[in-house]
């Protein structure tokens, strides 16, 4: 099982960050949250700030568990963490070359989400009111 930590970061008009997977990698092409897999005996939070601070560049000050579940892949399977993180400095950029873009929860639905991805916008949609 791989764990995964990911962020999700709001801005002022309740849009959500997103950023699409590298050509070469799983799922090449997909949008999905910040993050990336924990590494071995790190907290997710650590694990959270490592991967924001590697892609995005910026530093998580706060952060809370929002969803987490088990997703089977066909060849993995992996536990997808998502975090709200309510507390950062920097500005996001994107720092490994993925483009990234904001969008609202409405075009979450449209946009080419992981699928796996797809069972956090409830709760997405729940933490931004
Ligand atoms: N970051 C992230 N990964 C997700 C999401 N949804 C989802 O199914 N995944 C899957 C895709 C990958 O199989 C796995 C994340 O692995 P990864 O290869 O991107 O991890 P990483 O950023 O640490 O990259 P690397 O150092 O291994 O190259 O989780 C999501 O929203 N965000
Ligand atoms: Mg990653």
Same mark, same amino acid.
């Given at each position: 099982m791989i764990h995964v930590v990911a962020g999700a970061l709001?801005? +002022?008009? =309740?849009?959500?960050?997103? !950023?699409?997977?590298?050509?070469?990698?799983?799922?090449?092409? $997909?949008? @999905?949250?910040?993050?990336?897999?924990? +590494?071995? =005996?790190?907290?997710?939070? !650590?694990?959270?700030?490592?991967?924001?601070?590697?892609?995005? $560049?910026? @530093?998580?000050?706060?952060?809370?568990?929002?969803?987490?579940?088990?997703?089977g892949y066909s060849d993995r399977r992996v536990l997808l963490d998502l975090w709200l993180v309510s507390r950062f400095t920097g500005q996001p950029r994107s720092v490994e070359g993925q483009p990234l873009q904001w969008v609202s929860i409405e075009e979450l639905e449209t946009v080419g989400l992981l699928e796996a991805d797809r069972p956090m916008i409830p709760a997405l949609r729940a933490a931004r009111r």
């Open positions: 709001f801005d +002022e008009q =309740g849009r959500v960050l997103i !950023a699409q997977r590298p050509p070469g990698k799983h799922m090449a092409g $997909g949008w @999905e949250f910040p993050g990336g897999k924990l +590494e071995a =005996g790190e907290s997710p939070l !650590a694990g959270l700030q490592r991967e924001l601070r590697e892609e995005l $560049g910026i @530093e998580v000050l706060e952060a809370a568990p929002l969803i987490a579940y088990e997703h």
